[in-house]
């Protein structure tokens, strides 16, 4: 049986891709998940047989090897850094509200600046598990 980590798998399609320990991309129908399982994971790691499809190799009979890999958790800062992060983010959002107060929205490119920022954080604290 050959192993390696989920690529990428997007349910809506049906289908995704493997990196094969050996480095080769394999096809990922959803299909030849373990009953049970819609979706997996980036990063997941599988063992699989591989037949030969219509374009190439093909992943058949997917069985889980541990559990689901989180890129988000592994990626997240230290808590002293998120501190130094939340802080500065505080100041930067009290800058928009004094001008709120004086009745008129941050500039354009201020806005998108914010913006982009809380969205940084935010992604940076949503840990799905």
Do not use: C
């Amino acid at each position: 049986m050959a192993s390696g980590k989920v690529r990428w798998l997007d349910q809506k399609r049906g289908y995704g891709f493997i990196t094969s320990d050996d480095g080769d991309d394999v096809f990922l129908p959803a299909s030849a998940l373990p009953e049970g399982v819609s979706t997996l994971r980036k990063g997941t790691k599988v063992e699989f047989s591989i037949v030969d499809g219509r374009k190439g190799p093909q992943a058949m009979d997917v069985t889980l090897v541990g559990p689901t890999a989180s890129i988000i958790k592994a990626t997240r800062p230290s808590p002293d850094d998120m501190t130094a992060i939340v802080e500065d983010l505080i100041k930067l959002l009290d800058g928009a509200g004094n001008t709120l107060r004086r009745h008129r929205y941050p500039s354009p490119a201020e806005s998108r600046k914010l913006a982009k920022l809380l969205r940084a954080v935010a992604d940076d604290f949503d840990v799905q598990d």
